[in-house]
C-alpha cells in the first residue's frame, strides 16, 4: 500500500459536504501519480467508447479489399485482421461492448445486492442465516466455471455474460451492505428514529441507504476491471459476444487464431484490456484510500 | 477448536449440497426438454422418450433430486454423450494436469513473492519498494488470459525458446518444458498480491511488541526477521490461498485453452462447445468440490494457528 502513506488523513474533513471538499478530495487525488494516470486513462477509454462513431477511422465490422493481417501502417494504426477490417476501430468499437457490459451488469448487481443486503442485514436472524449460506453457496462456484454452466444453459450472448457477472458479483456487494446494515440498525439514532414512531421502510431508505451507498460504489468501481476482463475472457473462448460485434476478447480470439501469421492482431487486442484494467484499478485504489481507508484494504 | 471444526465441515457439506441443487435446478429451470437438449434437434420421440425413462425425467423432482445426490454420492456422474464412457472417470483423468499446473504456479509465485514482500517491508519506502508496488498492482490487474496470449506470442512464436502447445509426451524434461509457460501465467498475478499481503502483514507485526522486545534485548535483525516476524508474516498467505483457488482454476482454464493443454479447462470449453451436458455437469461438480474443499482446509488451518478466527463463526 504505497500510496496510503503518501495521502493526507482524511478524518477532519468528514463531515465537509459542498464544494469545498469536492476541491479538498481533488487536491488528494492530484498528488497521487498513479491515480491521475488511472483517471487519464478511464477517462481516455470512456471517451473514446462514448464518441466510438467519431473517433473510428473505419466501419468497425466492414470487411475490406485491403491487405489482410497487415502489420500497423498510417492507414491502418494496429493493421489489419484475417478478414482485413481495421484493427484499431475493432478496439474501438470494443471499448463500447465492454463498458455497456460492465455498466448494466454492474447496475444490476449493486441494487439487487443492495436489496438484499438490507433484507439480510435488516430481516430476522434466520432469514440472515440463510441468505448467508445462499451467498457463499453462489460464490463457491468458480466464476469462470459458473459462466461456462450457464453459457451452456442459456447460449453464448452479451446478455448472458451481463447475467453471470450480476448474479456472481451480487452475493459480494449484498454481504457488504448487510454487515453495515447490521453494525448501523442498532446505533442511538436509529433507535431514536425508531422511538419517534419512523417505519422500517423509512428507516432503511432515508437513514441506513446513505450510510452503505458510498462503500459500495467504491466497491464497483473496482470491479469494472474485473467484469471487463470476464466479457472478454468469455468472449476470447467464443462464449460471449457474438460476432461480428467487435469485443476486446474476440480480436483476441481472431488473432489467437492467425498467431503464427502475424502478431499485430494479439498485441492490438490486448493493450485495451490491460490499459483499462490498470487505469480502473488506479483510480480506484486512490479513490478508496481519499474515501474509505478501511474498505478492502487486504486486496 | 472442535466445535469450529464441526461448523465449518457442516458449512461445507451445505455449501456443495446447496451447489448441486442450484446445479440441478438451472438445468430444469431452462425452457425446454433436457432430454431434447442433450439428443439435438434430430431426435426423434422414440429417442426422447428412452432417454427421458434412462434420466429419471418422469420421476416427481423431488425423487430426481434424491437420485441425482446419491448418483453423485456414488461417484456416478452419467456417461459421456459421445463416447460412451463414464463421465467421472473422464474428469479424474484430466485433473492431474490441472492440479499440476496450479500448485506449480502457486509455488514459484510464493517463493518469489515471500522473499520480495519480505524484503519491501524492510526496505519500505525505498525505489525498489515503491516499484515493487506499483508493478504488483499492475500483475494483479492484467487478467492472466491475456498474460498467457502474449507469453505464448514472444516466447513461443517469436523467440521460438519454449513448446506452445500439449503439455509435453516424452519424459519428465519435456512435461517441465510444457509447463513453464503456462505456470508463467498462471502465477505471476500472484506474485504481486502475495508480495502486498506478506509486506503488509510484515509491516505490522516488525512494529509489534515481541519484535522491539527482540532489538531491545539486541538481537541481529537478521534473526529478528526471520525468527520472529517471517513466521507470523507468512500466516495470512495461507487463507489467501483458500479463496484463491477459484481465481487460479479461472486462470487455469484459460492457459489450458491458450496453450492447448489437457485439463480440466480444456475439457469443459470443449464440453460446452459441444454442448455435452454430462461433461459440463462433472466438470462443474468436481471443481465445485475441489474449490469447497480448499477453501474448508485454509480455514482450518487458519483456525488452528489463530484463535481469533475460532470464534467468528
Known amino acids: ?299 | 477448536m472442535w466445535l469450529y471444526l464441526v461448523r465449518r465441515l457442516f458449512l461445507a457439506v451445505a455449501i456443495v449440497v446447496l451447489a448441486v441443487t442450484l446445479l440441478f435446478v438451472m438445468i430444469h429451470a431452462v425452457p425446454g426438454d433436457p432430454a431434447a437438449i442433450i439428443l439435438g434437434p434430430r431426435a426423434t420421440p422414440e429417442l426422447k422418450a428412452a432417454l427421458h425413462a434412462k434420466m429419471g425425467l418422469d420421476d416427481p423432482l423431488p425423487v430426481q433430486i434424491l437420485t441425482f445426490f446419491a448418483d453423485v454420492v456414488r461417484g456416478d456422474m452419467g456417461t459421456d454423450v459421445f463416447t460412451q464412457r463414464p463421465v467421472s472417470r473422464i474428469v479424474l483423468g484430466q485433473l492431474p494436469f490441472t492440479i499440476t499446473l496450479i500448485l506449480t504456479s502457486i509455488a514459484w509465485a510464493a517463493l518469489v513473492a515471500i522473499p520480495l514482500g519480505c524484503y519491501s517491508a524492510i526496505r519500505r519506502n525505498t525505489m525498489i519498494d515503491k516499484v515493487t508496488g506499483v508493478l504488483s498492482v499492475g500483475t494483479i490487474a492484467i487478467p492472466s488470459f491475456v498474460m498467457a496470449l502474449y507469453a505464448l506470442l514472444i516466447f513461443a512464436v517469436l523467440l521460438k525458446w519454449l513448446p506452445a502447445i500439449g503439455a509435453g509426451q516424452g519424459g519428465l524434461w519435456d512435461a517441465i518444458r510444457h509447463l513453464i509457460l503456462p505456470a508463467l501465467a498462471v502465477g505471476i498475478g500472484w506474485v504481486g498480491y502475495i508480495s502486498r499481503i506478506v509486506r503488509a502483514s510484515m509491516l505490522e507485526i516488525l512494529g509489534e511488541n515481541h519484535v522491539r522486545m527482540a532489538r531491545a534485548f539486541g538481537l541481529p535483525e537478521r534473526r529478528i526477521v526471520f525468527r520472529y516476524a517471517l513466521p507470523l508474516a507468512i500466516l495470512p498467505t495461507v487463507t489467501v490461498l483458500g479463496v484463491g483457488m477459484a481465481h487460479l482454476l479461472s486462470a487455469a482454464v484459460f492457459a489450458e485453452v491458450v496453450f492447448a493443454r489437457p485439463g480440466i479447462g480444456g475439457l469443459i470449453v470443449t464440453a460446452v462447445n459441444t454442448r455435452n451436458y454430462p461433461i459440463v455437469m462433472g466438470t462443474v461438480l468436481v471443481t465445485t468440490g475441489l474449490f469447497v474443499i480448499s477453501t474448508t482446509i485454509a480455514d482450518l488451518v487458519n483456525a488452528m494457528l489463530d484463535p481469533r478466527v475460532r470464534e467468528s463463526l
Open chain 1, 1 to 299: 500500500m504505497t500510496t496510503a502513506e503518501t495521502v493526507h488523513d482524511t478524518g477532519e474533513s468528514e463531515g465537509v459536504r459542498g464544494p469545498g471538499a469536492l476541491r479538498q478530495y481533488w487536491q488528494q487525488l492530484r498528488q497521487d501519480h498513479l491515480g491521475m494516470l488511472g483517471l487519464l486513462l478511464v477517462v481516455l477509454m470512456v471517451g473514446s467508447a462514448i464518441l466510438a462513431d467519431v473517433v473510428a477511422p473505419y466501419e468497425a465490422t466492414k470487411v475490406m479489399v485491403g491487405p489482410r493481417l497487415a502489420p500497423p501502417s498510417w492507414d491502418h494504426w494496429l493493421g489489419t485482421d484475417h478478414l482485413g477490417r481495421d484493427v484499431l476501430s475493432r478496439v474501438i468499437m470494443g471499448g463500447r461492448v465492454a463498458l455497456m457490459v460492465a455498466m448494466a451488469a454492474l447496475g444490476a448487481a449493486l441494487s439487487l445486492g443492495l436489496l438484499l443486503g438490507l433484507i439480510a442485514g435488516f430481516g430476522p436472524q434466520w432469514l440472515d442465516n440463510g441468505m448467508l449460506l445462499i451467498f457463499d453457496a453462489v460464490r463457491a462456484f468458480p466464476v469462470i466455471i459458473f459462466a461456462l454452466a450457464v453459457v451452456t444453459l442459456l447460449g453464448p450472448s452479451l446478455s448472458t455474460v451481463i447475467f453471470v457477472v450480476a448474479v456472481t458479483s451480487i452475493p459480494i456487494y449484498a454481504r457488504v451492505v448487510r454487515t453495515q446494515t447490521q453494525s448501523l440498525k442498532n446505533n442511538e439514532f436509529i433507535l431514536a428514529e425508531r422511538a419517534m414512531g419512523a417505519g422500517t421502510p423509512r428507516i432503511l431508505g432515508v437513514h441506513i441507504l446513505p450510510n452503505v451507498i458510498g462503500p459500495l460504489l467504491i466497491l464497483a468501481s473496482m470491479d469494472v476491471p474485473l467484469v471487463i476482463t470476464l466479457e472478454a475472457g468469455l468472449s476470447f473462448l467464443g462464449m460471449g459476444v457474438r460476432p461480428p460485434t467487435p469485443s476486446w476478447g474476440t480480436i483476441l480470439n481472431d488473432g489467437y487464431n492467425y498467431i503464427r501469421n502475424s502478431p499485430w492482431p494479439v498485441v492490438a487486442g490486448g493493450i485495451p484490456i490491460i490499459l483499462t484494467t490498470l487505469g480502473f484499478t488506479f483510480l480506484g485504489e486512490a479513490l478508496r484510500d481519499i474515501f474509505d481507508p478501511k474498505l478492502r484494504k487486504d486486496l
